[in-house]
């Protein structure tokens, strides 16, 4: 029993930790945290997209994060370390925090989630989804997905090639979550393997095309196509009456 206690309570330790190190280096561009504990003390390993602003001016960035850490979560003997991550287009953590970037500045969360899904398809991701909820349009909370290529949903294939990453924007409507769903080429397992012409053809629309510029076009392809088979017709009834 007191094991079990031990395991949800360092559970939990963590997940304030990595609560915090998002909240505290967002402008850093903050993807995830590998803690590790030694002998000598707890190694933490950062991984950012700017190593320079967790970095600081002659370090003091990083000691400033060591104390805070220290003090907060009572780590013993905090050592940061901070590598750069290669492909932050593959990162759920960097993306969300982009996508929440993006709508606190004002970005339609459509176009940001659109934007986002071509960004990451374009670095060479499998599939990638995207999914807000919250007071989007009006009082009212509803939800939307926009997803492109192939995301495994369940099993262990799911397990090993999706990354989920969440995040929260506090905007004038009120609180927006958002989820960013991953799967990754290279982690799928060797008995897998992806025929040339197989991949999902769907694709996400570009950042300038929203819902209501799609109707527009669907409606004036309707009027145009209506009116087209009205002169036929037209044609006919003249020709009748002059023969008449």
Known sequence: MNAVKNVI???YRSMELDEYLSQTLKDAGYGFADVQKTPIGTRITLYVTR?????????????D?????????????????????SVPELNPKIMCNRIA???????????AALWTI????????????????????????????HSAGI???????????????????????????VQLRIA?????????ELAD???????????QETASSIQNEATTTNKVSSSEKEQPAKELTAEGTTNG
């Open 118 to 145: 071509n960004t990451v398809m374009n670095a060479g991701a499998l599939g990638v989804e995207v999914s807000i909820s919250g007071k989007l349009r009006s009082e009212r909370a509803h939800f939307e997905k």
């Open 9 to 11: 309570k360092s559970n």
């Open 184 to 192: 990754l080429k290279n982690e799928l397992p060797e008995e897998f």
């Open 51 to 63: 190593p320079g602003l967790v970095i600081g001016r002659k370090g003091t960035g990083i000691k």
């Open 151 to 177: 995301i495994p949903k369940s099993g262990d294939v799911a397990s090993r090639v999706v990354n989920t990453g969440i995040t929260h924007v506090l905007t004038k409507m009120g609180l927006m979550g």
């Open 65 to 85: 994060l060591t104390a805070k850490l220290e003090q907060k979560f009572g780590l013993n003997s905090p050592q940061i370390s901070v590598m750069e991550v």
């Open 197 to 207: 012409g197989q991949e999902s053809k769907e694709t996400a629309l570009p950042p």
């Open 101 to 111: 970037q993006l709508i606190e500045r004002g970005t339609a969360f459509r176009r």
